[in-house]
């Protein structure tokens, strides 16, 4: 499989993960400078639906990495699940979770994938 196929697609992966780090820039930036404690850091795991091949997990979880405010401390062995470490999480990390099921890896996978 040729690591990149379809360059609209990347290069839109590429402006949306530009939209993404100035939202989440802001978004840390008030929770950080806000006096009403919104930091909720925790773990999560995120299972990864459709990423497979290495490029796909590593561009995922380079996506997730470059984000302000999460870190992509470890993949599971079975290949299947990312460990984050979130700024935001809230109390179950379950928007983190749904943020790279419904927009990050649909993204990487439209850019890689024919």
Do not use: K
Request: net charge positive; hydrophobic share 45%; proline share 6%.
């Amino acid at each position: 499989m040729s690591p990149i196929l379809r360059p609209y697609y990347v290069l839109r992966l590429f402006f949306l993960f530009l939209w993404d780090l100035l939202i989440s820039s802001l978004q840390v930036a008030r929770a950080v400078l806000s006096r009403r404690g919104r930091v909720r850091a925790r773990f999560v795991t995120v299972p990864l639906a459709v990423a497979r091949s290495d490029l796909e997990i590593t561009l995922v979880a380079n996506y997730i990495t470059l984000t302000p405010g999460t870190l992509t401390v470890d993949i599971g062995p079975d290949r299947r699940t990312l460990l984050v470490h979130c700024l935001l999480a809230g109390e179950s990390g379950d928007g983190m979770r749904a943020e790279v099921r419904d927009s990050i890896e649909p993204r990487v996978i439209r850019a890689t994938r024919p």
